[in-house]
């Protein structure tokens, strides 16, 4: 409920791309065993990403929502790396690189389902990576923002993870002393 409340907060202070769900999401896949390591991040955005499209003024359920979801699942492929030699650096590393990895795949996905606001050329594709819609702003602060919100929430929750250490697999309750 933090979470999601935290989500819903931060779209309506205007705080763009600040989100503790990728590395959360992140986390809970490299840190946990079992199917049940996705469901708290993935039912939050579930369950707050219409609310957010309706705070916007979008509908519902949009083509938008299959970039975020294949951009979770970008991130998810830094999840065996994470996990085979799991420590704090490391985690940082697979933060950064689960920012930019989002970061790219929404927005290839944004060149291609928005005709309407981006030219099909190498300039277009630029134009979506990083200066975003004319009159909407640059990408590049979601990705600023995304890099500062993972590497916060990731410290947060190694934190948290801490008192936790017992129950964690032997390899990730060491890492997490340090």
Not at 41 to 68: C, E, H, K, R
Not at 100 to 106: C, K
Request: net charge positive; charged share 10%.
């Amino acid at each position: 409920m933090v979470l999601m409340a935290f989500r819903l907060v931060g779209a309506w202070q205007g705080w763009m791309n600040v989100s503790p769900l990728p590395a959360l999401f992140l986390l809970s896949m490299a840190c946990f065993h079992g199917r049940d390591r996705w469901v708290l991040p993935l039912s939050a955005w579930v369950i707050t990403d219409p609310l957010l499209n309706v705070f916007y003024g979008n509908p519902l359920f949009a083509w938008d929502q299959l970039g975020m979801v294949l951009g979770l699942a970008a991130t998810a492929l830094l999840v065996p790396w994470l996990k085979g030699s799991f420590s704090w650096s490391r985690a940082f590393v697979a933060s950064l690189g689960a920012a930019l990895l989002f970061y790219v795949v929404t927005n290839t996905i944004s060149f291609f389902g928005l005709p309407e606001f981006y030219e099909r050329s190498w300039q277009g594709f630029w134009q979506a990576q990083w200066l975003g819609p004319v009159g909407l702003g640059p990408t590049w602060v979601f990705l600023r923002n995304a890099c500062a919100a993972n590497l916060l929430f990731t410290t947060l929750f190694l934190l948290a993870l801490r008192p936790l250490s017992a129950y964690l697999p032997a390899p990730l309750a060491g890492s997490t002393s340090r």
